[in-house]
Every structure is written in C-alpha cells, then in structure tokens.
C-alpha cells in the first residue's frame, strides 16, 4: 500500500470509479479524508444525498452508526465503514434489555427533564415506565434503537421534533445535554437519558471564560450536545451544519467554534476571509480520527467492513426517520 499522500489519493480515485462509488466523509473526519470525499457534512445529511445518488456504493468516513443510516436508505447499495472499530461511544451508552430503571430529576431548569442512567437500564425499560410516550432517538443511535423509537431527531431539529409529537411528555435519547436544551425551548416535559459525547462533554465555564478573555471580539459557537452553562453563555447555539450557514452569514470575523476540531478545516475553507479558533484545542474525537487514506482505499481493495442493517430493523428504523424527514 503506498504511503505518499498523492498516490493513496490516485489509487483511492481510480478504485471509485471502477466501483462505481461515492465517498461520504463527516465534518469531524480528518483533513485529508475530507478533501478526498465527494461530500462532507453532518451524518443525516450525508446518507441522505447518498440515497439520491446513482451509484453502487457507499464509503462512508465516519462512525459506525453513520454507516448503518446510509444503509437503512439505502438498502439496495454497498456501505462501507473503512474502520470497523470507529465506534461513537455516545450511541453506544444505549441499549435494549437490561434491569428496572429508577427515575430522578435534576432541579434548576424551568421545565425539568427527568433522568435515568445506564449501562444499568435500556430503552425497553423506559419505555415499561412511561407507557404511550413517544420515544425520540438522536440520529446518533444504533439502528436497533431507532428501530424501537417513534421518530428521530437531529441536534438541528429536535425541539420542531418534540413540539410535533402528541401529549405532554416525551423520551428524548441518548444525550442528555441535548435534552435539556430541547427541555428549555419547549413546554413539554422531557424524560431524558443520561448518555453523553464525551468531546462537548468536557468544556467547562472556564474554559468559555478562557476563550473569551483570549478572542473578545470572537462570536462563541457552541453545539447543544455541550453542557447546559456552557450553552447559556454561548453567542449562538447550533448544529455542526449550523456552524457553517452562521458564520458564513454573520458579519463577524472571528469565531470560536465550540465543537469537534475536524469542523474547523470546512470553516477556514468556506471563510477565507474570517478566523477561526478552537473552543479546547483537545476537542477531537479519537474514534472520527480512526479514518484514514489508508483505511478507505484498504476498504475499496478488500470491500471492508460491509455494514448491512437487517430488513426487521431498518423498516422501523427508517419509519422512525421518514416521520422526522415528514414534519415541514
């Protein structure tokens, strides 16, 4: 396998033709995966233009619960994760069979999410607890879990998704600093999971407070999957994709970008004009950075890892998605 930058990218573009292939790569992913991707963005938003492309596969540069949604659009095509260990340990923090929850809530917010903790209880167990209620899964689920969900949701979207749902009440998993921005944005009352990324997980006030003092004039992005005080001293609050449509509207020339470094690279590129700073310079996800030249053209040469969603989960996981996909 050559180990020149300029070959692996030629040997990566001949075999993409040859399979009739699109390259995906997430916002988070290397620079180098990035610039050899056909298209780089969000995951959803990804396996979404994969499904409307004509092609015969799908390389998806990510993680693998990005894989299985391209999959469960696309079940007529070949799916690809070049890194069968790129995991996101944040989906995986949920699961399906396990003992009782026990339900508590955390005060301080005006309408309060309650809360229930793994690895001990699962979503069957939520479910049990709160019968009728709607589940709301993250895209950033297993398939087997949007499968048991009534719908899904994106970082984007997910209060447009709590406010369409029927009732007082709603199950919002897994990220629980997702659900408590959703349970301040809406009147519904949201019973939450107790799941994490643990890249926004670890910013702290201090670490705005910090950022501040070094960037006064920057517009402090942060992503609702950070914690609940760090949101509320952040300029604007937004999705990895929304990241991008604000800074390229403002009129702002600096920005602090409180998300996964690999998003700084789309940025810089898109706003030349403008500069961009890290929120921690450690926020990167070691499981995204998995990806490398190397790892996709190995998947092209030896067709891995096929991911392939069974037709028993993904009809109902692509209802739970067809049902967010519906709401204007």
């Known amino acids: ?22 390259i995906l790569a997430h916002n988070y992913q290397r620079t180098e995966v990035q610039d050899i991707a056909d298209f780089v963005g969000d995951s959803l938003e990804l396996s979404r233009k994969a499904a409307a492309i004509d092609c015969d596969m799908i390389v998806f540069c990510g993680v693998n619960f990005m894989a299985e949604s391209a999959s469960i659009l696309s079940p007529e095509k070949t799916v690809l994760l070049p890194e069968i260990e ?28 309650a809360f229930v903790f793994p690895p001990e209880f699962t979503l069957r167990d939520i479910k049990l607890q ?21 719908i899904c949701c994106t970082s984007a979207n997910v209060v447009k998704v709590i406010e369409s749902l029927p009732g007082d009440e709603v199950i919002c998993i897994p990220d629980k600093n997702l659900s408590m921005w959703a349970a301040k944005n809406t009147k519904k009352r949201v019973i939450a ?54 800074a390229s509207s403002s009129p702002a020339a600096e920005f602090v970008a409180g998300t996964e470094i690999g998003l700084l690279h789309r940025l810089r590129t898109e706003n030349p004009g403008k500069t961009f700073f890290p929120l921690r310079k450690d926020m990167i996800c070691p499981n995204m950075k998995k990806t490398t030249l190397k790892s996709v053209l190995r998947a092209f040469e030896e067709n891995t890892y096929v991911i392939k969603v ?17 709401i204007p």
């Not at 050559?2 to 009739?20: G, M, Q, T, V, Y």
């Not at 709160?130 to 009534?150: F, H, L, Q, R, W």
């Not at 069974?310 to 519906?326: Q, T």
């Open 193 to 246: 999971w107790d799941g994490y990324c643990n890249v926004h997980e670890r910013v702290t006030v201090e670490d705005v407070k910090r950022a501040r003092a070094e960037h006064p004039d920057a517009v402090l992005m942060a992503h609702p999957e950070c914690r609940p005080e760090v949101l509320d001293m952040a300029d604007h609050v937004t999705s990895t994709s929304g990241m991008l449509r604000f």
């Open 86 to 113: 790129a995991l996101c340990p944040m989906a995986d923090m949920i699961r399906l069979d396990s003992p009782r929850p026990v339900r508590t809530s955390f005060p301080g917010f005006p309408n309060p999410p």
């Open 310 to 326: 069974s037709e028993e989960v993904r009809v109902p996981a692509k209802r739970a998605l067809d049902r967010m996909l519906a």
């Open 1 to 22: 396998m050559p180990s020149d930058i300029n070959a692996l990218r030629e040997e990566i573009l001949e075999f993409k033709e040859k399979k009739r292939a699109i």
């Open 130 to 150: 709160y019968p009728g209620v709607p589940v709301v899964a993250y895209v950033n689920t297993t398939a087997e879990v949007k499968a048991e969900s009534d």
